[in-house]
């Protein structure tokens, strides 16, 4: 049922949705502005050091390479095994239980309409924008299919075998 609909969805997209990709300036947001800053420097020692025999310039290429790395991954938080743990405890269930779910279409189009079409397509390749355009349109569709995979039990990964 969801691969027809993903399918059906995805003719309608391609041939009747103009795409273009837009690419960023900015590139890589989830580099902080220090490290951009630590490769900027490091490239520019890199450089030096490509065109003259001084060992000052390695010297300070290998420092900074080793700053940047450091600064990348120095922000991890570390647990002691004791501490790791506790946070990990649970019940004496293996699993909670959870409480039914009504699942209706007004609550569908509430999700899709706060979707930020700004966002990655997911696994789908169905794109945000289009979710929330067609929020009312495909609710109907969607409540069937959420209701019948939560009654069957199948909560497996739409799109995924």
Not at 76 to 85: D, G, P
Not at 104 to 126: Q, R, V
């Amino acid at each position: 049922m969801w691969d027809s609909f993903q399918d059906n969805l995805e003719n309608t997209i391609n041939t009747n949705i103009p795409q273009k990709t837009a690419r960023s300036k900015d590139g890589n947001h989830w580099i902080k502005e220090d490290i951009k800053w630590l490769i900027r420097k490091r490239d520019k020692h890199n450089k030096r050091k490509k065109k003259s025999a001084d060992t000052k310039h390695n010297s300070k290429y290998k420092e900074l390479k080793r700053l940047q790395i450091q600064s990348a991954f120095s922000d991890k938080i570390n647990f002691t095994n004791t501490e790791s743990k506790d946070r990990c405890n649970m019940t004496d269930q293996p699993y909670p239980t959870i409480p039914d779910q009504n699942i209706t279409e007004n609550g569908i189009i509430k999700l899709l309409s706060n979707l930020n079409p700004y966002k990655a397509d997911g696994p789908d390749s169905i794109t945000s924008r289009v979710l929330k355009k067609l929020s009312s349109d495909i609710a109907p569709i969607l409540t069937n299919i959420f209701r019948w995979s939560y009654e069957a039990g199948n909560y497996q990964i739409f799109g995924k075998e």
